[in-house]
T-cell receptor
Framework: NAGVTQTPKFQVLKTGQSMTLQCAQD?????MSWYRQDPGMGLRLIHY???????DQGEVPNGYNVSRSTTEDFPLRLLSAAPSQTSVYFC??????????FGSGTRLTVV | DQQVKQNSPSLSVQEGRISILNCDYT??????FLWYKKYPAEGPTFLIS?????DKNEDGRFTVFLNKSAKHLSLHIVPSQPGDSAVYFC?????????????FGQGTILTVHP
């Protein structure tokens, strides 16, 4: 099925560890974004990309890196995980005339 | 500073009645408004949207109203069904080259009782 695929679905990290959250879409969308959802805060934009090779910061970018080497993939890297990064992470892509499609999320716990 | 606010954390309605979810925004530059529905352990799914050139958009049981002068957005669900129970987020977009960027409200938990 066409859509946005996020892996892993669940992850537990120790403080200071690094990891990459994967996001892939097969809809040939140029725009992709990463959001985090925290209780009472809604979804907040971390980073976004308007096409391969182009990324920019969102509302809460600190502690996260992104790259966009292909149209399909938009990984989110945590270089040194902190407990404040415990959250549910959603990747989304946008297609003109198609709207936004979200992945099913990655639940990350940093201990 | 929260640019998009959903001031009601939760709403409870009876099946068959109307559900009204509200959203306020601060930036008059926002030109595209969306509602998303989210079930537990799933990503948000698109429900309905409206552009700033309109004041109403309908899709079946769902209607979105936009009051630009009041910077207020509302979603009406009529009639409400138990399957509508979910978290509802309003989101706004500033348009132009910002299509990758949505600003979300905090969400409202809707519970529809049979």
């Amino acid at each position: 099925n066409a859509g946005v695929t996020q892996t892993p679905k669940f992850q537990v990290l120790k403080t200071g560890q690094s990891m990459t959250l994967q996001c892939a879409q097969d809809m040939n969308h140029e725009y992709m974004s990463w959001y985090r959802q925290d209780p009472g805060m809604g979804l907040r934009l971390i980073h976004y990309s308007v096409g391969a090779g182009i990324t920019d910061q969102g509302e809460v970018p600190n502690g996260y890196n992104v790259s966009r080497s292909t149209t399909e993939d938009f990984p989110l890297r945590l270089l040194s995980a902190a407990p404040s990064q415990t959250s549910v992470y959603f990747c989304a892509s946008y297609g003109l005339g198609e709207g936004y499609t979200f992945g099913s999320g990655t639940r990350l716990t940093v201990v | 500073d929260q640019q998009v606010k959903q001031n009601s954390p939760s709403l409870s309605v009876q099946e068959g009645r109307i559900s009204i979810l509200n959203c306020d925004y601060t930036n008059s530059m926002f030109d595209y408004f969306l509602w998303y529905k989210k079930y537990p352990a799933e990503g948000p799914t698109f429900l309905i949207s409206i552009s700033s050139i309109k004041d109403k958009n309908e899709d079946g049981r769902f209607t979105v109203f936009l009051n630009k002068s009041a910077k207020h957005l509302s979603l009406h669900i009529v009639p409400s069904q138990p399957g509508d129970s979910a978290v509802y987020f309003c989101a706004v977009n500033a348009g132009g080259t910002s299509y990758g960027k949505l600003t979300f409200g905090q969400g409202t938990i809707l519970t529809v009782h049979p």
